[in-house]
């Protein structure tokens, strides 16, 4: 079920206003060098009315019970993460799985280093944007409408050089079909979902970083923007480049 957050909520858990929060969409599987990891396994995904910022919490913040499984990434993997519109999985009846086709808007990647993967408290990590996919101007298409096509997958690669150790991939959609005034946009993300990883071999390369909540203002223009009239010819996806190596 939709929540939208009151201002004092938001306050509260996300120091920053305004946003619309939903679970229409879930990430719920991962897949590691086109291996499947497992339905809901090694990530952390919301329950009915679980909200917050960086990676679930809140009220009832997890679908019990809550995986412990760390999950092997050597650096350099390609990784697939897939999308359905409930916990069940796939589902050819229902019109809006993975997600309605109404709801465009960018898909983008970070991940955080972390003591242990596992652990509930999130606060403070420092997030590297590993992978976006935004707006196509020369056929008007979104990352969603990708993500559609692929049947709610979307596949992209950890970096190479980063450290070994264990990270948090945050993955989420930031939906903007009611972004035209602020707030409006809805992000699949407060109900965040997030996979813990233990990262393998890699390198020595620090990428910089950004936090959450802050990395993101209502005030981007990727937030808040109109993408039906005038017709979109430039769009910036929200929040720090894509990490290189």
């Known amino acids: 079920m939709a929540r939208k957050l009151t201002l004092a909520t938001d306050l509260l858990l996300f120091s920053i206003?305004?946003?619309?929060?939903?679970?229409?969409?879930?990430?719920q599987e991962l897949y590691v060098n086109g291996v499947d990891q497992g339905h809901l396994t090694g990530i952390r995904v919301p329950d009915y009315d679980g909200v917050h910022l960086i990676c679930n919490g809140g009220i009832n913040p997890y679908h019990?019970?809550?995986?412990?499984?760390?999950?092997p990434v050597p650096a350099g993997a390609q990784v697939t993460a897939e999308w359905h519109h409930t916990l069940a999985g796939a589902d050819p009846t229902d019109p809006a799985d993975p997600i309605d086709s109404s709801h465009k808007g960018p898909v983008i990647s970070y991940l955080a280093a972390i003591p242990n993967a596992t652990q509930t408290d999130v606060t403070g990590l420092k997030w590297f944007k590993i992978w976006e996919d935004g707006y196509i101007a020369s056929n008007q298409?979104?990352?969603?409408?990708?993500l559609i096509a692929n049947k709610g997958k979307v596949t992209f690669n950890i970096p190479s050089c980063i450290p070994?150790?264990?990270?948090?991939?945050?993955?989420?959609?930031i939906a903007?079909?009611?972004?035209?005034?602020?707030?409006?946009?809805q992000f699949y993300v407060w109900t965040m979902e997030c996979a813990q990883l233990q990262i393998t071999g890699g390198g020595s390369t620090e990428p910089s970083t950004v936090n959450f909540p802050g990395?993101?203002?209502g005030t981007d223009p990727g937030i808040t923007i109109n993408i039906y009239y005038p017709l979109v010819t430039n769009y910036t996806v929200p929040g720090p480049d894509v990490f290189t190596c």
């Open 176 to 185: 903007l079909h009611a972004a035209t005034s602020y707030p409006g946009a």
């Open 164 to 173: 070994a150790g264990q990270y948090l991939l945050r993955h989420e959609i």
């Open 141 to 146: 298409t979104w990352g969603v409408d990708r």
């Open 64 to 71: 019990q019970p809550i995986s412990q499984a760390i999950i």
């Open 215 to 217: 990395a993101y203002a």
């Open 17 to 27: 206003s305004g946003f619309t929060a939903f679970a229409h969409t879930i990430f």
